[in-house]
C-alpha cells in the first residue's frame, strides 16, 4: 500500500502529491491536481477528502482560501472561515457551512458596493447593512437574501440611508423605490413624504410634510396624488402651518382645476385655478 510521501499520477492524467496512509491522502501538504483546466487543491486531507485548511483553485479562475471539513458524506466542504475570490473581482470574506455562505460575512462587489451582515444558505439572512460605491448605506433585516433578486437588484423590504442625509425605508422593486403601501422618505432638511412609490418615485396616494409650502413659504402638509415625477397631480389636500387651507384639484405640482383655498382669517375661494393661480370662474 501506499504509505508516506509521494507523487501519484491517475489514469485521467490527474496528480496527488502529497502524504499517503494506508493507501490514503492524508496531511497538510498535498497538493491535488485536475489535468488540462488548472484546477487543484493545496492544503489538508483527511481520508482522501480535503479538511481543515486549504486553498482550492477552479479552472474558471474562481479560487476560495480557508477551512473545510470532512463530513459524514465523504465529501470535503467549505465549513468555518474563508474567502471566496471570484473570476469577476467579486469577493466574500466570512463564515461557510457546507459550501455555503453563512454566519457573518462580507461581499464585496467589483464596482466597489458591499453587504456585510448575516448570511444563511448562501443567502443574507439577518441584519445587514448594504453599502453602495457612492457612499450611500442600506439597513435591513433579510429573509432568505429577501433584499436582492436574481439579478443583484434591491428587491423588498429596505432602510436606505444616503451620504446627503436623505432616508428611505419601504419597498423595492428592481432597485427602485416601488411600494403601494406606507413608504416614507426623509430628507436632511427634515421634509418628508409618506405614501405610494412606483418606479422609484411617488406615485399614488401620499402626504408630504415640506419646510418650503408651496405658495409662500409656509410649513405644511400635503395628503394627495402624485404622478410618476413625484409630483402632486390629482385631488389634494394642502395644510400650512399658518392653517391655510387648499383643498383640490393639482397638476404638475400647483393648484390648477376647481379648488378651495380658506385663508387662516376666515376668507375663501371656491373655484377655478391654472398654474398655481385663480383664474377663471370663483366666488372669494
Known amino acids: 500500500q501506499r504509505h508516506g510521501r509521494g507523487k501519484m499520477v491517475y489514469a485521467s492524467g490527474n496528480t496527488f502529491e502529497g502524504e499517503f496512509v494506508n493507501n490514503k491522502m492524508e496531511g497538510d501538504k498535498g497538493i491535488y491536481k485536475w489535468a488540462g483546466d488548472g484546477g487543484y487543491f493545496d492544503g489538508f486531507f483527511t481520508n482522501n477528502v480535503y479538511d481543515k485548511k486549504g486553498v482550492y483553485k477552479w479552472a474558471d479562475g474562481d479560487e476560495y482560501d480557508g477551512e473545510w471539513a470532512d463530513e459524514l458524506d465523504g465529501d470535503g466542504k467549505r465549513t468555518g472561515t474563508g474567502t471566496m475570490t471570484y473570476d469577476s473581482n467579486n469577493i466574500y470574506e466570512g463564515g461557510f457551512v457546507s459550501d455555503a455562505y453563512s454566519g457573518d460575512g462580507k461581499y464585496k462587489w467589483f464596482d466597489g458596493d458591499e453587504y456585510e451582515g448575516q448570511w444563511k444558505d448562501g443567502e443574507r439572512h439577518g441584519l445587514g447593512i448594504f453599502r453602495l460605491a457612492d457612499g450611500g448605506a442600506e439597513y435591513s433585516m433579510y429573509e432568505k437574501g429577501g433584499g436582492l433578486d436574481a439579478a443583484g437588484k434591491r ?55 415640506t419646510s418650503l409650502g408651496a405658495d409662500n413659504g409656509d410649513w405644511g402638509s400635503y395628503k394627495g396624488g402624485f404622478d410618476a415625477r413625484g409630483k402632486r397631480t390629482g385631488h389634494g389636500v394642502m ?46
Open 239 to 284: 395644510t400650512y402651518e399658518s392653517n391655510s387651507v387648499y383643498d383640490g384639484e393639482f397638476v404638475d405640482d400647483v393648484y390648477s382645476g376647481e379648488g378651495n383655498y380658506r385663508w387662516s382669517d376666515g376668507d375663501s375661494y371656491q373655484g377655478q385655478w391654472k398654474d398655481g393661480e385663480r383664474h377663471g370662474k370663483g366666488i372669494f
Open 155 to 209: 428587491t423588498g423590504h429596505g432602510i436606505m440611508t444616503y451620504e446627503s442625509g436623505g432616508c428611505y425605508e419601504g419597498g423595492f422593486v428592481n432597485d427602485k423605490y416601488e411600494d403601494d403601501r406606507q413608504a416614507t422618505y426623509r430628507w436632511a432638511d427634515g421634509d418628508s413624504y409618506k405614501g405610494q412609490w412606483k418606479n422609484g418615485e411617488r406615485n399614488g396616494k401620499g402626504a408630504f410634510q
